[in-house]
């Protein structure tokens, strides 16, 4: 007999013999029995409850001994640390208020269902072992490798409780159904949601018509298709919002096609509902905040009642449309023909219209839609392939889908182009909208709530100022040699180091930006302050500490730079006048560890902070040289940094490190030093606004 219950030889449970049957395959079946039961001790526990709660009945009074020695014999189930343990929810409070501090140990359910967590995790990576450098699978890993099941169970519980770990963890699509259930054996709602979603009505969600742009109005498709459709869907994803097409089909009668991107990781939504956060619900329930705003904006568009609709959309956008669809009052308004859904988690249910047809297409190496499984539907078409490169994100991409469609799996796009037959014609109208969810403040509010402008570069407009809403820095400070600095300086008579005598500080900063309008990234900086360029005075630096960043005359001046993306290289190059070389690097700053590896450039960082003080945030001015003239750039942040002694931090380069960032930690003799300080903040919110181009 095997450890999985059958005889050798015999086939399991899904059909094929579980001697040739992936680790990968046997972790994630262990971790879906485990979770059914934990689901069936969860629902032991609340009629457990339920029995101890309710009133007594008649024949108990009657015999007070016999009721009591039930009542107690669930009590001791209830609270007993070998027992059930309370479960979550109204039960688990009203016992709270009931017994005080004798409410029994963590649910057993909980326990079982942290199990299961920890064997999906090891199913995730065994076949994608890069997610094992995502934040969120970081920080998530680290709460389950706590001693013992019930510390794991306290060390989630804080962490579905702590605002900072709430974005990283909604972005972990592929073990996102089990972080819902353990959330809810744990009784821990999200920070942002802690109350139930409002009822729906006439001012939850909404949709603002919004113009496009003449370059974006040049690329769309101008004739219907599922491959013109989905480069619609891209053109519009960066910026969150959805499109709205009238198509005149080849019988002449004009349908209408709505496209719903899904999130980017790593990237923020501009206070429009569908952000990684809202994946939370976006599979559980048809009243998400993304499909509550979609009415609005179709409403808007002047669709008729009873006309004819197709829905498509990616990722969340997909699933949003497919809870659309089964709004039995939606159906009721318009005849949906149509929902296309690709790379989509599949939502339980069916759609109100049993008409509607369903096409789903799924790339077996994208974990967004591989936990889930769909609803059986007599109008359903399931395209399934397996694509090139088993890498994710990457192959959750929208235009990986779209090469694949082309190269991959044509069959799929003809049978599904076939099925949209009545679409395959020219566009006569197309209408974007921002949807907005009025119920919640934008993302970042009131700090990054601001006005901005699209400065070109030559990877495209970049919105500015440049906004992150979630990043980790370390700023690692030593003490150099103030000729070395001015050495390394720019050869201009008025711009000098800033310091003490014969000694100034070199900042080497660490920034690992989770969450940006540039996307996720990691970047590295090496600067040295310098005085006001016109009028440098004694202590300049000293004295402008005490004043706001955007009044300050002296700031820093960036020697060199490296970035992980080439947006990033090129918004530091082109908008900040900074240089910049893209390199590979991993950084995690977010605990007392420092770690951070750049093997292209030859640098480490290693080492445990201390123990720290509260410091005041540290904004600058930064410069840099746009040709002969000097940029200059303002950097507000909003965090809690706090300031530990750097001995227990050691920077590390090779011997043959890479230039120029090498060569300038070379000159400054901290290639193998300490730092004096390090200051340190695991989160916080950051704007940079446009360079500012100055006469000298």
Sequence with gaps: MRADGHAPGRPAPGGQDADQRTTEELLRDGAREIADVAEGVRAVAERTADALLAPPRKHSARHPRTGLTARWALLRVLTDPRGLGTPAGAARRRLTRLLGARRGGEPLAALMAVTALRLRIAAVLAGHPELARDPGMRRLTAALGTQGDREAVRALRALFRDPGAQRALAALAPVLTELLTVRALLDAEPPDDPEPAPEPGPDQGAAEAVDLRDREKQTLATEGSLLGFLRNIDILAPEGRVLVQNVRGPDGVVRYVVQ?????????????????????????????????????????????????????????GGTALLNLARDAAFCRAYRVTHVIAVGSPAPAGRPADPRTWIGHVTNE??????????????????????????????????????????????EARAHIDDALTPYRGPVVRSQAYQLKDPARPPEGHPFLTLPTASVPTTTGPVGVPVRYQDSAAAHLCFPVDTEAVRALLPDVP????????????????????????????????????????????????????????DLRRTGRYVLSSAVTSEEARVATREIWGQPAVRAAAEAHL????????????????????????RCPEPDWALYGRRGESTVRTTVRTSGRPRLHAGAGVRLRLDTAAAEPMAGHLRRLGIDTARPLFVVACPQFMVHRAAGAVLPR
């Design 365 to 410: 190496h994208d974990l967004v839609p591989a936990a889930t499984t769909a609803a059986p539907h007599p109008e359903r078409y399931e395209a399934r392939y397996t694509g090139p490169t088993r890498a994710f994100p990457r192959s959750h991409l929208l235009r990986e889908y779209m090469d694949h469609l082309r190269t991959v799996a044509p």
């Design 260 to 316: 719903a991107p899904g999130t980017d990781s790593g990237r923020p939504r501009h206070g429009s509902p569908h952000d990684v956060v809202g994946a939370w619900r976006e599979q559980l329930t048809a009243d998400s905040s993304y499909t509550r705003a979609l009415r609005p904006a179709i409403e808007d568009h002047g669709i008729p009642r009873g006309a004819e609709l197709a829905l498509i959309g990616h990722g969340e």
């Design 494 to 549: 008025w711009m000098r180091p800033s310091g003490i005598g014969r000694r100034t500080l070199a900042v080497l900063s660490l920034y690992e930006h989770r969450c940006s309008t540039l996307g996720p990234y990691t970047e590295i900086a090496l600067s040295v302050p310098v005085d006001d360029l016109w009028r440098p005075r004694p202590a300049d630096l000293a004295t402008d500490l005490l004043r706001r960043a």
């Design 590 to 613: 977010t605990g007392p560890r420092l770690r951070l590896s750049a093997p292209g450039l030859g640098i480490a960082v290693l080492g445990r902070l201390g123990p720290g003080v």
